[in-house]
């Protein structure tokens, strides 16, 4: 078993044991909610099955698609942005070199600067390169950009026919620009599921070709999560459910005035897995007024750094550690004559051992300065770690907006600045700059 630890110990300065233990109905109620799909947003509750529902031909199909572009290939370049993006991002930094054999994966389409597509286009020279262009919509600015961009260069590069046979889409059933241009194209597509919203698609095509094209095994991943979806789905009962507890613990300091969670980690590979969780998180809570505001720090480079806002700025403020139960490898510290340094006194331990002493001694100076914690442990950096932490955070968020009264499978928020970038710049039908 996948087992991800939950530690709570620490949160007692902000949300006591009794004020945990009065949520559980609460939490029973949305859970029930939840797996029976009877709320708001329920015609988005594809991702609650996607690990144990994912049968062995689509997986096949994407590993085949993988192993063939890495066949021509040195590089693929990943575009899309938000869900259509993070998820494999997290993917690949977290697993590091455990995603060993594949091709290096780039991305693009999540920004609109210059410099860094230039910059992209400089490093790709002399490379060979395919294309997975992802957008459920097939028409977000960013992603679209970026593709015609790409898929021109490529074109340039390799001729129509070679060009084609190096673009993947993925994208909608029937829906949208990008599914029309690949029918006409002939582009080889995959499908995100209707009842999949881009944030909880990691665990579909969305994520699984660009990580099986980075050397990911994606089955020991679905393993992973199809474990903690049989966890999350089985009970909503605290001592069973870890996921519930989180959600009901975020859902209640946010009620006493907690309203910035911190995602805290020792150990940079998790660096894009906090971003995924923002997003995740941002998106799915944050309206109506409601929502943590999900933020993430790096130590203990940013003890350095933001370490003195968290230990004593303002106190509306928790914090969650990812935590590594252990490291791939040893890093073992050397004695040195006549201890220039005055570190002998840590010879022979390893670079591990001082970063779990900074983290027991970041949690306790934090405590002490009003910032409870909680911490989430995996054993280590495998796929099915990777692939029950996609899920574990998937189901706490949905049941966190539920406990919120929001529905976290929508994201009306993001329209407006599109509309206001359109009317600028001239798009038809918008009005004028
Ligand atoms: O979670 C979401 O729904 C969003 O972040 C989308 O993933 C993001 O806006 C990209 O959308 P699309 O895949 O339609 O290009």
Redesign the pocket.
């Known amino acids: 078993m996948t087992s991800i630890e939950l530690d709570h110990d620490l949160i007692r300065e902000g949300l006591s044991e009794e004020e945990i233990r009065a949520l559980q109905p609460e939490v029973d109620r949305c859970h029930q909610t939840l797996t029976q799909g009877s709320g708001a947003g329920n015609s988005f509750l594809g991702w609650l099955h996607l690990p144990s529902r994912t049968a062995d031909k689509p997986l096949a199909d994407i590993e085949q698609v993988a192993r063939e572009l890495s066949e021509c290939s040195d590089a693929l370049v990943s575009i899309?942005?938000?869900?259509?993006y993070l998820g494999a991002r997290a993917g690949l930094s977290f697993l590091g070199k455990g995603a060993e054999g594949g091709m290096e994966v780039h991305f693009a389409g999540h920004n609109l600067s210059t410099d860094h597509l230039a910059d992209l286009f400089d490093h790709l020279e002399g490379q060979d390169v395919c294309v997975n262009v992802?957008?459920?919509?097939g028409t977000?600015t960013e992603?679209a950009l970026a593709f015609r961009l790409l898929r021109q260069w490529l074109i340039a590069r390799y001729g129509d026919r070679e060009a084609a046979r190096r673009i993947v889409v993925t994208t909608d059933r029937e829906k949208g620009a990008l599914k029309q241009w690949a029918d006409a194209e002939g582009y080889r597509t995959f499908v995100i599921p209707d009842d999949v919203?881009?944030?909880f698609s990691v665990l579909s095509p969305v994520g699984l070709l660009p990580l099986a094209a980075g050397g990911v095994d994606i089955r020991a991943l679905m393993e992973g999560a199809r474990q903690q979806e049989a966890l999350a789905l089985a009970t909503s009962a605290f001592e069973r459910n870890p996921a519930a507890l989180y959600a009901a613990i975020r859902h209640g300091l946010r009620k006493k005035g907690k309203t910035i969670e911190i995602l805290a980690t020792f150990h940079p590979a998790f660096h894009y897995l906090q971003e995924w969780w923002k997003?995740l998180a941002g998106?799915s809570e944050g309206k109506e007024g409601q929502g943590l505001f999900p933020a993430s720090v790096e130590y203990t480079t940013d003890l350095h750094s933001l370490g003195q806002w968290v230990q004593e700025g303002p106190r509306n403020v928790f914090e969650t550690f990812l935590r590594l139960a252990a490291p791939g490898r040893r890093i073992e510290i050397p004695t040195l004559q006549n201890d220039p340094d005055g570190l002998n006194y840590l010879a022979g331990q390893t670079i591990d051992h001082v970063n779990d002493q900074a983290f027991l001694g970041t949690r306790a100076a934090h405590l002490e300065g009003n910032v409870p914690n909680m911490t989430i442990t995996v054993a280590r950096r495998s796929p099915a770690a990777l692939g029950a932490l996609f899920y574990f955070f998937e189901y706490a968020v949905a049941m966190t907006g539920y406990l919120m009264g929001v529905n976290p499978f929508d994201?009306p928020g993001?329209e407006l600045y599109k509309k206001n970038m359109f009317r600028l710049l001239g798009k038809p039908g918008q009005g004028k700059g």
Do not use: A, D, H
């Not at 899309?80 to 259509?84: F, L, P, Q, R």
């Open positions: 899309g942005i938000g869900g259509s992802i957008s459920k919509s977000t992603p919203g881009g944030r997003q998106e994201q993001v």
